[in-house]
């Protein structure tokens, strides 16, 4: 089996760098890490022990295993669920998560041992669940590419999250890799007013540029539905809400759109709460009511939110019947946000 060259970030022209040298109270990361700064970004560049991680049963998430480039996020959406991992590391789950961003450099090399084993049975991974697999600092280290052609080689199926349109970039990547696996990508879009987004994803793209990029996908042959994740209760959970995103998750010609609700362990529990109490202090009580002292809802409520999406995309086709919402749409039609 082939095997790519030595990874190294494939630097580029005019992004400030530098080497840095910690001090005696360096966090845990920085033991074995080699760290470089990118314009304001840290990135400590480790060797990745393990390519394939089981994802928690807690996380409630449609994958049993994932393979993530990079732990932390520059998106900096302060609901993350992937923000407690960054205490493990000595750094912090707020501030930290955003601009202290973790780069597994040898990760394709990894994962092409790990998916040749005898005990890996080929079962679907998920790329990009502790961090965006395609957010800025991928522009500089490139290790996707290189992710994507492990898994092509081994005819192993999986599906690429983000909210990046960096994503298109890997387009002929991703249908390539088509001819030998089954290939998906699912385009995280929990709601579609942009005031939101800036306030909880300051760093993301907005709501209307990833359903672009999900019809980019689709159109170039690549299925893609959308991760409506999360839906934040008393704040995008209306029936308004709800119906415009799936509509326009329809007009993007999603494949799929799968309802994500709120959850709040530890690390982002605090972060999200701290943001809640600022800027919405009236729903604090509310949301101690509907959480307890766990990280997700009430089941009933997030079975009802469940049973009104379902509905909304089988109204609107989604799924089995998309061919006939799409026949119902003007060609010239543009996708908006109202």
Not at 167 to 178: P, T
Not at 190 to 213: W, Y
Request: glycine fraction near 8%.
């Amino acid at each position: 089996m082939r095997r790519d060259a030595s990874p190294g970030p494939a630097i580029t022209p005019g992004v400030q760098q530098s080497l840095l040298d910690g001090g005696p109270s360096r966090p845990r990361v920085e033991r074995q890490a080699v760290m470089r700064a990118f314009d304001g970004i840290t990135c400590y560049e480790v060797p990745a022990r393990v390519a394939i991680d089981k994802v928690p049963e807690a996380a409630e998430l449609p994958y049993q295993w994932a393979v993530s480039p990079y732990r932390g996020c520059q998106a900096a959406c302060s609901y993350c669920m992937a923000r407690r991992g960054h205490r493990y590391l000595g750094l912090d789950a707020g501030e930290d998560f955003a601009s202290r961003i973790v780069v597994k450099t040898n990760l394709a090399d990894r994962l092409r041992r790990e998916l040749t084993s005898p005990r890996w049975h080929g079962d679907p991974v998920a790329l990009g669940l502790t961090g965006d697999c395609y957010q800025p600092a991928e522009e500089t280290y490139q290790l996707m590419p290189r992710v994507i052609r492990a898994l092509a080689e081994a005819g192993n199926p999986f599906t690429v999250l983000t909210k990046s349109p960096l994503i298109l970039r890997d387009l002929d990547v991703l249908r390539e890799a088509a001819k030998m696996t089954q290939v998906n990508a699912s385009v995280s879009v929990g709601f579609v007013d942009d005031r939101i987004r800036r306030a909880v994803e300051p760093g993301a793209a907005t709501p209307q540029r990833r359903l672009e990029v999900c019809a980019a996908l689709n159109d170039g042959g690549i299925p893609c539905g959308v991760l409506m994740a999360p839906i934040l209760p008393l704040i995008t959970d209306s029936a308004d809400h709800l119906l415009s995103t799936v509509r326009r998750a329809a007009e993007a010609g999603a494949v799929s759109v799968t309802p994500v609700v709120l959850r709040l362990p530890s690390g982002a529990r605090e972060w999200y709460m701290g943001w809640l109490e600022r800027e919405h202090p009236g729903l604090v009580p509310r949301y101690q009511a509907l959480y307890g002292k766990g990280p997700t809802a009430d089941a009933d409520y997030r079975r009802r939110i469940a049973d009104q999406v379902r509905s909304l995309t089988e109204a609107y086709g989604i799924g089995q019947s998309a061919r006939r919402w799409r026949r119902r749409r003007s060609p010239a039609r543009q996708l908006a946000l109202v």
